[in-house]
């Protein structure tokens, strides 16, 4: 089966621009989760879908940051107007109901 | 409070010696799960061992167990026989249900670990 993907693998954008993440779960995976890491600190929760519903978003730093998972499927994170302290590496997993966690590759967000 | 704690920022371990990786955990619910995932410098995170709240036993996988101290609150992951390839971050991580229902999975700051030849 193919694994959860994310695109881009990279992304290098000015403050103040806007950036869209993509994640797509394993086929069948109700359980959508974003996670954020930023350099030497501990990957931070960010929220959790469940099928098109945000079963927790705790995580969201601020406003600035917009999930979504229209019909269940992929999901998108969009961060605008990016700030310098949004860099990091954003993952995406999903999983079964509570079955382990599969990840993506990451995002790796650069705001200069 | 920090719920999952990993003190070892970094470690070092001779190739085909056995390391030690160290996690401690806190929370107040029953039932839960304890995850040890390697992140190498690809970035990718693999799911290495699990270890549930009410299993007998020390889960094992290959080369890799989970020493579970119930007790201590203490999950560390062994890894025997070194190799040059188990060089990467670890994360610890653990699942917690809510009230929902539903699981949410908090993880450690890491410990980055070297493999010497």
């Known amino acids: 089966e193919a694994g959860v993907t994310q695109f881009p693998s990279h992304s290098v954008i000015e403050k103040g621009q806007t950036v869209t993440l993509r994640c797509d779960p394993i086929s069948g995976h109700d359980n959508l989760y974003w996670y954020r890491r930023v350099m030497g600190k501990e990957i931070k929760f960010l929220l959790h879908f469940v099928k098109e519903s945000k079963q927790d978003e705790s995580g969201m730093p601020n406003n600035r940051f917009l999930a979504e998972r229209t019909g269940g499927t992929y999901s998108t994170l969009k961060v605008q107007p990016a700030e310098l302290e949004d860099s990091g590496v954003y993952f995406c997993?999903?999983?079964?109901?509570?079955?382990?966690?599969?990840f993506g590759n990451g995002t790796r967000l650069t705001v200069t | 409070a920090q719920k999952i704690t990993q003190t070892q920022p970094g470690m070092f371990v001779q190739e085909k010696e056995a390391v030690t990786l160290d996690c401690t955990y806190d929370?107040?619910?029953?039932?839960?799960?304890l995850f040890w995932y390697k992140q190498p410098s690809s970035g990718e995170m693999i799911f290495l061992i699990y270890?549930?709240?009410?299993?007998?036993q020390n889960a094992t996988e290959g080369r890799y167990s989970l020493n579970f101290q119930k007790a201590r609150k203490s999950a560390n992951l062994v890894i025997s026989a070194s190799q040059l390839g188990d060089s990467a971050m670890y994360f610890c991580?653990?699942?917690?249900?809510?009230?929902?229902?539903?699981?949410?999975?908090?993880f450690g700051t890491g410990t980055k670990l070297q493999v010497i030849p």
């Open positions: 997993a999903s999983s079964q109901v509570r079955g382990t966690l599969h």
């Open positions: 270890q549930g709240s009410y299993d007998q």
């Open positions: 929370t107040s619910d029953p039932s839960y799960g």
């Open positions: 991580a653990m699942r917690e249900v809510n009230s929902g229902g539903y699981q949410k999975v908090t």
